[in-house]
Nanobody, 124 residues
């Protein structure tokens, strides 16, 4: 089970840190991804991390503003979001591609488990 937290309402230029905690599963040879979905739009890749290799990936739209990281002791992945823009407004989901160390980290179809999502709203 995955649970996201840390969403909320923030002004343009502000920051939020999202957390994704897993229960009942210890991250291992997994990819953990953050995706988002705005009203009327498809779910899109935001950032991802290969748990064991610690390799990180970002969508061009968030590169330089967002940072994904992990805490192995807490079995938790974080998404630090700085310089938020109104276009960042969406429901943010974390997901796990179990054992997907060789699969495309950007493709949502590769992910096996999804959290319920957390709303991020950026006001101008």
């Amino acid at each position: 089970q995955l649970v996201e937290s840390g969403g909320g309402l923030v002004q343009v230029g502000g920051s939020l840190r999202l957390s994704c905690a897993a229960s009942g599963r210890t991250f291992s040879n997994d990819n953990i991804g953050w995706f988002r979905q705005a009203p009327g739009k498809e779910r899109e890749f935001v950032a991802g991390i290969r748990w064991r290799a610690r390799t990180t990936f970002y969508a061009d739209s968030v590169k330089g503003r967002f940072a994904i990281s992990k805490d192995s002791a807490k079995n938790t992945v974080y998404l630090q979001m700085d310089g938020l823009k109104p276009d960042d407004t969406a429901v943010y989901y974390c997901a796990v591609d179990a054992g997907g160390i060789l699969s495309s980290i950007r493709d949502p179809k590769n992910y096996d488990y999804w959290g319920p999502g957390t709303q991020v709203t950026v006001s101008s």
